[in-house]
């Protein structure tokens, strides 16, 4: 069941169901190298944060949502997503912030169709809330571009010993 999580209590409890310290190093193999390791204290410090403010001021831009995948009360899976204005065009998006599965990636048929399921949530709230694009991130070394996996960007930056670190994918939804 996909469970909005719109409270502290919540947050807590899905951050120790997948953002807690003992999936350390689960959190160092996903983290970009050119980037550094992500911190999961950092990452639970910044949700909780983030929905203390969105709980205070309500749905007014910028905020976040995040919802959970739960069976039995746990946490299996969750996603973060962040609504906001674009600088320079003035359209209203919604850009993940996180996706996460309970220490690992999503290996089994369960766990993508579970991620699918979410993915499908955060659009549909996107558009019945009136956002222009849906905004999805991905780093290229983690995630399939293509059947061969080959990402050889060689410009200007990459000669400059600049990494690629995030492809984005855009869909407009209103």
């Known amino acids: 069941m996909i469970k909005d999580i719109s409270d502290l209590n919540a947050l807590n409890k899905i951050c120790d169901d997948w953002a807690n310290d003992s999936f350390s190093n689960f959190w160092d193999s996903i983290s970009p190298e050119s980037t550094g390791n992500f911190n999961p204290s950092r990452v639970k410090s910044f949700l909780m944060n983030s929905l203390s403010s969105t709980i205070t001021r309500g749905e007014i831009l910028p905020y976040i949502k995040v919802w959970s995948f739960q069976e039995s009360n746990i946490s299996l899976s969750g996603c973060c997503f962040a609504g906001s204005i674009n600088d320079m065009t003035g359209d209203k998006i919604f850009k993940e912030v996180l996706w ?4 690992h990636l999503a290996n089994s048929i369960k766990e993508k169709k579970i991620l699918i399921k979410l993915l499908d949530t955060a659009e549909d709230y996107a558009r019945k809330s009136g956002f222009n694009y849906l905004i999805l991130s991905r780093d290229p070394l983690r995630h399939k571009l ?3 996996n080959n990402i050889n960007i060689n410009n200007y930056y990459t000669r400059k010993d600049f990494q690629v ?4 994918y855009s869909k ?3």
């Open 100 to 103: 996460q599965t309970k220490g």
């Open 146 to 148: 293509n059947k061969d």
């Open 165 to 168: 670190t995030e492809i984005t």
């Open 172 to 174: 407009k939804l209103n």
